[in-house]
Structures are given as structure tokens and as C-alpha cells.
């Protein structure tokens, strides 16, 4: 693996890596020294097109942990207008000999066009891009899922998929990079993704897509899924007529207290998922948002866990393990 | 005076021929050896070429004035030359827009002193572009210029008002609108074909509908006001039957399609390389077997090549705010032999009606895409079916490097274009132009 684009083109047993290194750094992450010697005398570039401090700050953690000296540049506002900033500033990255360069664009393909360019040589690690893809969040909720799968079953999370699992997807899927990263990365694991939306919030074709399709959300959870993840609406939706007001959204894609309520009832063991950061009253109430069924904030810890993996394995070449009881 | 001997040359894909040009003219046409040659004519070898009559491009950007960076009337028209044209017409679009006799007639000017090719230019058919009022159109036909096509190319003339009075008004001196269809609410931020491929990619889709929404609405207003309209760059399957709906209850609407709808696929967008970025955008497989079917069964009327060349800058940049648009004046008859004859949809001499006869008739020029016989002006290209183009932008005459056939070898080059009976093109290469 020379760069991380998209869950699309990670294998199970890429992915399964990927998670099995982020527990291992999530291991280190416990400790009071939080530190790995991995990755002293690396460069990592934030290179932010888009403005996303809990992103950006995750992936600055995730580096430094590992030792790695970081750069953060912001491009905002030089981008979308005056395209040959790209170029530009991927050559000024160049010369300041970055090893790898994490990019958020709200262009979409701009981390592929980066990595195809020839402009650099360092890694890519794609940090959202557009509407496209969002790797490192479907992989940390991919472990997320892994955790709770292990607590459940009280089997270690090591080497462990997502096989059998029914995770429910809730929300804006059009203009999701979220969404899109996660149905490839989870069901390449085995899991069983619904995806729920208002039609108009849904892409016109996904028919090849390898999940299913719902408008009804009760209809879906009344299956007492493993997992609901909500995506993050944006109130400016409705001004483009993709739903006639909140309220309507909420009665009918909102996962209001009533539908916590009637989860509790059956005793399903539906967890609640968010990226962050959450419209509670809108998408999520704050019944579910505060609820212990809620994994939000561990979703935050691992995003550490599994960034400071990827950086590892897209930096250190070979070597299978981060060796944590080195210091 | 000049005379040129063609000899052994396949007229159209015919049997072989000798053609005799003499000062601008076809003089005479015989089986090989039994002309009457004069002493100084000069003998050029066709055998195994096709001679087509010279190729007539209804849409072209040579973005001059304004834009001379990207292209001008000298470049645009070298790369017609060597793509076998002998006549393009240049849309509007150029800054100043295309909008008043003055630059109708300044653009005109700059093609016959190039000397490459004809330049014929399209008429804005409102003021700016702007879709809000209409431009001199007929100061423009009346020009030295004799503007027939009104086009707001690039742009659609969404405003069905505007879009009638233009189709009637164009009628006092038998003009043609030809239209850009494209919806604009429906193609708010548009990036590719809306579809599977742009489901997976999380890019702004154009649905098929906004092309086809427009063509449905203006073959009924030019059968209403009893007008000619053209469709630009058909790009979809849908827009396929509507035109042959309209063209079966005799509305005179004729119908354009590019080589690279010809060719290419939104598949090509998984790379996010802007090169494939494109107005209408590319379609889906489906859609272009429906269009090469529609040229051969005669729906569609021309091959228009939407030549546009674009500077490095504009292209080399995130997929989102690179400029539409590709290259293809220099490609274009290769894309048509891969596309339609190797396929064997279409003999040559239907490809020497959608690229020569049928847009020169369309446009009413007299001088151009004329049957290769005796009277005839000597605009011809000789083609060697059997040769092959491999494309480096770097080497093309057009300042576009745009190409999306870049790095490929496509079928088939041109050996020689005449122009008004002088060769151009010569042995594959740029010569001269035509003094006058
Ligand atoms: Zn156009």
C-alpha cells in the first residue's frame, strides 16, 4: 500500500491490518508515555483545503505519537478558484522533503490527482475529499464496530471482521464521503449495510452498490440492527428542496427519543454511531446522543488509533509491527 | 496556374481514380492512366488513399479573440488543416462574444488572411451569451461575414421565449439556430454524467433529462414556428429518439454529435484526470452505441467536433474548477474510422456525408462539401485508411494539449488536404497556406 485513496481498493486483509495495528496503537495510547519512537525523522504534512480542526487535530496526534514531525498547512481559500494551487503547493511540499502528505479537499479526486500526478513522491493519505471518500472515518468506525463486536462476544478483536453484522447508515448519502467510504469498507468485511434516506437524498444509481436500500427507517430498525450510524445533515439541504423542513426530516429519518425508546423495549443491542459533529435535535436526539448505547466519543479515540496505523504502515514499509514495547 | 494530378485514389471508398485539379478546380475525373495530363502538372501517388471531399466542422472554439493563449484563428485553423478540414465554423464564445457584425466580421477576416481553411463565424444568438436579449443577428447575416448559424454554444438558450422569436426571426434570411441543450437548474454544478459511475465518485451529476428536456421542448417550437434548428453534440441515447421522434413528423431539425461521444465513456472519470472533463459530459456505453447507430441509420446528420482547446492552467487542477473541454480536430476522422467504419456500421462514403456534404448543406455553402467531380472547387483530403496516428498532444498545430486520446495510436491519417486546389497538408505535414 503506497497511499490511502479509498476504501474501495482495500482488500480484507488490508483492512483487517489496518485494524489489527490500530488496537495494538490504540494499546500504546493507554499508557502514560503515549509515545513510539515508529516514525522520528519523518515528515507529516496536514495539507487542509477545507477547514476540519477535529480531523486535522486527530491526524496531528496520530503522528506525533508516532514521533513524526508535523507541518500543518492551510490552503483554504487558495483552492477551488485559482485551480494550479495544487500543483503549486504540492511542490512546495516536495521541497520541504514531506514523507507523507494528508490531504482534505472539497474537490473530489484531488488526493488521487495528487498521487497520480507525478508532482510528489510522498504517501497520500486521502482526509476527505468532497463527496468522495473519507477512508480513515469508515476505518475507525470500522473498528469501532470491531470493539463492540468483541464485547459482546467477549472474543479478542484481533484478526476478528465484521462478518454477520447489520449496520444501518441514516441520512444525507448523496453528498456523504462518510457514507460512500463505509459501505465498501464494511461490507469488504462482511457486514450487512442498509443504507436509509429520503429518495432525493439517495444517488440516482446505486444499484451496483453492495448493500440495501431503505426509505423506512422503523421499518429497518424494527430488525434490532447491530449498528445505526447517523450522518451529519446540512441545514442548507433544505433551501435546495431535498426535504420539505427539519421537523419532517426528523419525524421521519431523526433518531428521535421515540425510536431509542421502542430499540430499549425489544432489548436490541443497536449502538448509536455519529461523526461528528452531531445537529442533536435534528439527526440525533439527545437521548441517543447521551445514551450508553452511544459510541461517539470512542469513535474519537480510535480515530487516533487508527490514523497513527495508517501512517505506520504507509511509512515504515515492511515491518508488521509498531514493536510497542520499545519506547 | 497550378495543376495537380491525384492519381490512383479511392473517390469516397470507390474504385480507384485519377483526379485531374487545375487552378482551384476539380477538372477532371477518370480510371487510373486514361486522363489527359497536362506536361507541368505536378503527379502525386494516392494509391491506397480514400479521397474525401474536404471535411466541414460545424463546431469549433478557436477561442480568438480573447483567449489567444489557449488557440487562434492561425492555430485552430493549422489544426483543421492537418485533421483534413477544409471549412470550420467558430462558435461565439469568445471575449469579446461573437455578438455584433464587427466581430463576426473581424474573426472572418483573420481566417482568410490564415489562409488554412474557410472560417465561417457562428453568430451569438443573445446579447453576451447572457440568455436575456437578442443579439444583431441579422446585422451579422447581412455582414461580410454572412452569418447563417446563431448559436449561444457552451451556453443553452433556456428561455423558451427568446428560444421562439430566434427560430422565427433567423427565417427572413435562412438561418439556423443551433442550440446547446442543457438545462440549467438541472445542471447546477454539474461535474460528470449522473449515473453509477458518478454515485461511486460523490461528483455533481448531469442527468441525461437536462439534455433531453431541452431537445424535446425546441423540436416542438420549431415546428411550431416552422423554423430550422441544429442540435449541438447529442450526447444521449434518449436524445437519439427524440430526434428521430421529431425528424418522423417532418420538423426540420438536424443533428450533431461529437467523435468523442463517438468513443469515450464516464468510466473514464474514475481517473479524476480533467483531460475527460467535457460539456455535455460523457455517457455510458449505452449511450454510445446509440450514437453510432444514429449515424448510421441516418438520425443523426454530422459529425461536429467541439474542438476546445484550453491552456495547461485550466486543465492542470482538481477535477471541479478545471475548464470543459477537449481537442479533436486532429483526431477526429481517425475517431470516426475506429468508431464507425472498422465497426462496420458506415462505408466512406457516408463518412463523406456527415463530415463534408451534409453540414456544407446544412449551412448553405456553395464552395464546400461538394461531390468530387468535374466543377467542383478542389477542397479534398486524401486519407490512408491503413496508416495510423499516435497521439501526442505535444506535436499537434493546435495550442491545445487537452487531448483525451493522448498516448493511444488511432487508425487511419490524413496524407494531404487540399484547399481550394492548393495542398496544405502535404506527405501528413503542414505546407503552406493558401495565398490571396
Ligand atoms: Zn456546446
Redesign the pocket.
Known amino acids: 500500500m503506497k497511499h490511502l485513496l479509498s476504501t474501495s481498493e482495500l482488500s480484507h486483509a488490508d483492512a483487517v491490518q489496518i485494524l489489527d495495528t490500530a488496537d495494538q496503537m490504540a494499546a500504546v495510547s493507554s499508557r502514560a508515555v503515549k509515545k513510539l519512537p515508529a516514525l522520528r525523522g519523518r515528515t507529516v504534512v496536514n495539507l487542509f483545503f477545507e477547514d476540519s480542526t477535529r480531523t486535522r487535530i486527530s491526524f496531528e496526534t496520530a503522528a506525533k505519537r508516532l514521533s513524526a514531525d508535523v507541518i500543518n498547512f492551510s490552503a483554504k481559500g487558495s483552492s477551488v478558484s485559482k485551480g494550479e494551487s495544487l500543483k503549486d503547493t504540492a511542490q512546495t511540499l516536495m521541497a520541504m522533503s514531506a514523507d507523507a502528505v494528508v490531504i482534505r479537499h472539497p474537490s473530489s479526486g484531488a488526493p488521487q490527482q495528487l498521487a497520480d500526478s507525478g508532482w510528489i513522491d510522498a504517501a497520500v493519505v486521502n482526509a476527505g475529499d468532497g463527496k468522495h471518500a473519507h477512508p480513515t472515518q469508515a476505518l475507525l468506525d470500522a473498528m469501532t464496530l470491531r470493539r463492540v463486536r468483541s464485547r459482546a462476544t467477549g472474543v479478542a478483536s484481533t484478526g476478528m471482521d465484521l462478518e454477520g453484522m447489520h449496520v444501518v447508515i441514516v441520512g444525507d448519502v448523496l453528498h456523504s464521503r462518510v457514507a460512500r467510504s463505509n459501505v465498501w469498507l464494511l461490507t469488504t468485511l462482511g457486514a450487512r449495510v442498509t443504507l436509509v434516506a429520503p429518495p432525493t437524498l439517495v444517488p440516482v444509481a446505486t444499484d451496483n452498490w453492495p448493500c440495501e436500500v431503505s426509505y423506512d427507517l422503523d421499518a429497518v430498525l424494527s430488525e434490532a440492527p447491530d449498528a445505526v450510524m447517523m450522518l451529519r445533515l446540512q441545514r442548507e439541504r433544505m433551501n435546495a428542496a431535498f426535504f420539505p423542513s427539519e421537523a419532517e426530516y426528523t419525524r421521519g429519518w431523526g433518531l428521535t427519543a421515540q425510536r431509542v425508546q421502542r430499540l430499549e423495549a425489544v432489548g436490541a443491542p443497536t449502538v448509536f454511531m455519529h461523526p461528528g459533529p452531531m445537529n442533536r435535535g435534528l439527526e440525533i436526539s439527545s437521548e441517543a446522543a447521551d445514551s450508553p448505547r452511544s459510541t461517539v466519543l470512542e469513535q474519537v479515540a480510535n480515530g487516533v488509533s487508527v490514523r497513527m496505523a495508517v501512517l505506520f504502515l504507509l511509512l515504515s514499509g515492511d515491518e508488521s509491527s509498531p514493536n510497542p514495547s520499545e519506547n | 496556374m497550378s495543376c495537380y494530378l491525384i492519381g490512383n485514389a479511392r473517390p469516397e471508398g470507390g474504385d480507384p481514380a485519377d483526379l485531374l485539379v487545375t487552378d482551384g478546380t476539380v477538372t477532371a475525373v477518370g480510371a487510373p492512366g486514361s486522363l489527359q495530363v497536362p506536361e507541368d502538372a505536378e503527379v502525386i501517388d494516392a494509391s491506397g488513399l480514400i479521397a474525401l471531399p474536404g471535411l466541414v466542422d460545424m463546431?469549433t472554439h478557436l477561442r480568438e479573440p480573447g483567449r489567444e493563449d489557449a488557440e487562434t484563428v492561425q492555430t485552430g485553423t493549422r489544426a483543421a488543416a492537418r485533421g483534413g478540414f477544409t471549412a470550420v465554423f467558430a462558435?461565439a464564445n469568445s471575449n469579446p462574444v461573437a455578438d455584433t457584425a464587427g466581430v463576426v466580421e473581424q474573426v472572418w477576416q483573420l481566417g482568410r488572411d490564415a489562409g488554412w481553411t474557410d472560417v465561417h463565424p457562428v453568430g451569438a444568438v443573445t446579447v453576451g451569451l447572457e440568455g436575456t436579449r437578442l443579439s444583431e443577428i441579422r446585422a451579422m447575416a447581412e455582414s461580410r461575414a454572412a452569418v447563417r448559424m446563431f448559436?449561444d454554444?457552451?451556453k443553452c438558450v433556456h428561455d423558451p421565449v427568446l428560444m421562439r422569436r430566434a427560430l422565427e426571426y433567423v427565417k427572413a434570411f435562412d438561418g439556423i439556430i443551433a442550440q446547446?441543450a442543457?438545462e440549467p437548474r438541472l445542471t447546477e454544478g454539474a461535474q460528470m454524467n449522473e449515473g453509477a459511475v458518478s454515485a461511486d465518485l460523490g461528483l455533481t451529476g448531469w442527468p441525461a433529462v437536462a439534455e433531453e428536456a431541452i431537445i424535446a421542448r425546441d423540436v416542438l417550437l420549431a415546428q411550431h414556428v416552422g423554423s430550422r434548428l441544429h442540435i449541438?453534440?447529442l450526447s444521449t441515447e434518449g436524445s437519439v429518439e427524440i430526434v428521430r421522434w421529431a425528424k418522423s413528423r417532418g420538423v426540420y431539425v438536424t443533428a450533431e454529435v461529437t467523435p468523442h461521444h463517438l468513443m469515450l465513456t464516464d468510466e473514464l472519470v474514475r481517473t479524476f484526470d480533467p483531460v475527460y472533463k467535457v460539456?455535455?459530459p460523457l455517457r455510458t456505453d449505452a449511450d454510445v452505441q446509440a450514437l453510432r447507430r444514429a449515424v448510421a441509420e441516418g438520425t443523426i446528420d454530422v459529425v461536429g467536433t467541439?474542438h476546445a482547446p484550453h491552456t495547461a492552467e485550466d486543465k492542470e487542477c482538481e477535477w471541479s474548477c478545471a475548464a470543459h473541454g477537449m481537442t479533436g480536430l486532429e483526431t477526429a476522422l481517425s475517431v470516426v474510422q475506429l468508431s464507425l467504419v472498422d465497426t462496420g456500421l458506415i462505408g466512406w462514403d457516408r463518412v463523406a456525408q456527415i463530415m463534408s456534404h451534409r453540414p456544407a448543406g446544412i449551412l448553405g455553402l456553395t464552395d464546400q462539401g461538394q461531390p468530387l467531380r468535374p466543377g467542383s472547387v478542389a477542397n479534398l483530403v486524401l486519407w490512408d485508411p491503413a496508416g495510423a496516428t499516435p497521439v501526442d498532444p505535444a506535436t499537434h498545430a493546435s495550442k491545445g494539449r487537452n487531448s483525451p486520446y493522448r498516448g493511444m495510436t488511432l487508425p487511419g491519417s490524413v496524407r494531404a488536404t487540399f484547399y481550394r486546389g492548393h495542398p496544405v497538408v502535404r506527405d501528413g505535414e503542414l505546407a503552406t497556406p493558401l495565398g490571396r
Open positions: 463546431h462558435m448559436s454554444d457552451g446547446h442543457q449541438c453534440h460539456n455535455p467541439d
